[in-house]
Each structure stands twice: as structure tokens, then as C-alpha cells.
């Protein structure tokens, strides 16, 4: 089945310092990611996604990187912020149409 | 200009009751979703919607009936609440089934 996980569930960084957050997928015939941004009280907002024919997507602050041999999945924030603090989720879009949800990485920003 | 709204933000009520959750998108999307978050923050998808069509329904008990009077609504209707229904529920929504999906701001349901 599909499956999606973390290495890690919980991540602190100090403000002004790169996040790296990273996310393993089992379903080699996933061809969509998304990566997501949580703030306690709301609803998940999308941050950045990335189709299976690229390795690699930029936004601002953001960049997504995908190793589809390794199948693995990784959210870099460049200069994190205390905005920044949330719990991060990867989504793979695989079979049937379904969007599979990661366990999510509380990332702390320490001051 | 709140793009995926639901209401209520907070329900609280007892066991055996039966209540409902609304959601309306104004994106203009062709799809909408349920979904549940338990306490671990662990996101499962329940319901998908496709211009008003039941497209997935991940084996959820029936006491949970979605309703879509029209593309831009999905109300989530729940008969005799366990206390294991006790969760954050989240409306969503997306251009197709292959898009991005944009989430509400939740329902918190406690069942005492």
C-alpha cells in the first residue's frame, strides 16, 4: 500500500538558520507531492508542490527536492523565521486519485 | 474573501447525538473533500466530491453521510457520535482530483 513517513518528528533550528525537513514515500508510481504548513488552530496551507518529472522546485524561501530513485522527499526553509514555526507535512498523490498524508514534523524555531 | 470556510470553528455534544458540519468553497474548485485529523495530527482522507459525485469513500461508517447540494458545498452530517469521533475535521477543496487541495480552518468535534 502507500505509505508515507518522516525521519523525523520533530525538528528545532535556530532563527536565521536553513531547515531542512525530510519525508520518505513507499508508492514508486507516485507522480505529485505537496508539501504543507500547519500553524496550531488552522487548517494545513500548501507551501509548494512538485510534479514526479521534476527533481527540484523553488519558491520563495522554500525549495522542494525529490530523489524519486531513493524515493524520498525533502522542504528546505532557507533564513527560517519564528513564522516558521508549524508541523510541515508531505502528501503523495498516487493511486486512485488520493492524496496520502505523512505523520508531520513539528518544526521549533529557537530564538 | 475566506476561500474554504466551515462552520462551526467548535463543536462539543454528547454521545448518541446526530450533527452536522458545513463547508462551502469560493474558488470556483470542481472538487471537495472531508477529512479527519485525530490527535497525533495524523490527516486521513474520509469523503472526495467531484462536481457534486461521491468519488472516493475511505471505509468510513456510515453514520457519516457528506452531502453536496451544489459544487461550491459539502456538509458533513454525522448519526449517533461515539466518542471516538472526537477529532479535527477539515474541508477541502481543488481544481480536479489531480490539484493541490486547499484545507478550511476545521471543525474541533469533542463528543462527551
Known amino acids: 500500500g502507500e505509505s508515507v513517513g518522516l525521519h523525523l518528528p520533530t525538528l528545532s533550528v535556530q532563527e536565521g538558520d536553513n531547515s531542512i525537513i525530510n519525508c520518505a514515500y513507499s508508492?514508486?508510481?507516485?507522480?505529485?507531492f505537496i508539501w504543507y504548513k500547519q500553524e496550531s488552530g488552522k487548517g494545513p496551507q500548501f507551501i509548494i508542490d512538485?510534479?514526479?518529472?521534476?527533481d527540484k522546485r523553488q519558491g520563495q524561501r522554500v525549495t522542494v527536492l525529490l530523489n524519486k530513485t531513493v524515493k524520498h522527499l525533502s522542504l528546505q526553509i532557507a533564513a527560517t523565521q519564528p513564522g516558521d514555526s508549524a508541523v510541515y507535512f508531505c502528501?503523495?498523490?498516487?493511486?486512485?486519485?488520493?492524496?496520502?498524508f505523512g505523520q508531520g514534523t513539528r518544526l521549533t524555531i529557537n530564538p | 474573501d475566506t476561500a474554504v470556510s466551515q462552520t462551526p470553528k467548535y463543536l462539543v455534544t454528547q454521545m448518541g447525538n446526530d450533527k452536522s458540519i458545513k463547508c462551502e468553497q469560493n474558488?470556483?474548485?470542481?472538487?471537495m473533500y472531508w477529512y479527519k485529523q485525530d490527535s497525533k495530527k495524523f490527516l486521513k482522507i474520509m469523503f472526495s466530491?467531484?462536481?457534486?459525485?461521491?468519488?472516493i469513500n475511505e471505509t468510513v461508517p456510515n453514520r457519516f453521510s457528506p452531502k453536496s447540494p451544489d459544487k461550491a458545498h459539502l456538509n458533513l452530517h454525522i448519526n449517533s457520535l461515539e466518542l471516538g469521533d472526537s477529532a479535527v475535521y477539515f474541508c477541502?477543496?481543488?481544481?480536479?482530483?489531480?490539484?493541490?487541495?486547499?484545507f478550511g480552518p476545521g471543525t474541533r468535534l469533542t463528543v462527551t
Open positions: 512538485i510534479r514526479s518529472n521534476m
Open positions: 466530491y467531484n462536481n457534486k459525485e461521491l468519488i
Open positions: 508508492n514508486s508510481a507516485s507522480d505529485y
Open positions: 502528501a503523495e498523490k498516487g493511486g486512485a486519485q488520493k492524496l496520502v
Open positions: 474558488l470556483g474548485h470542481d472538487t
Open positions: 477541502a477543496s481543488s481544481q480536479d482530483m489531480s490539484s493541490g487541495r486547499y
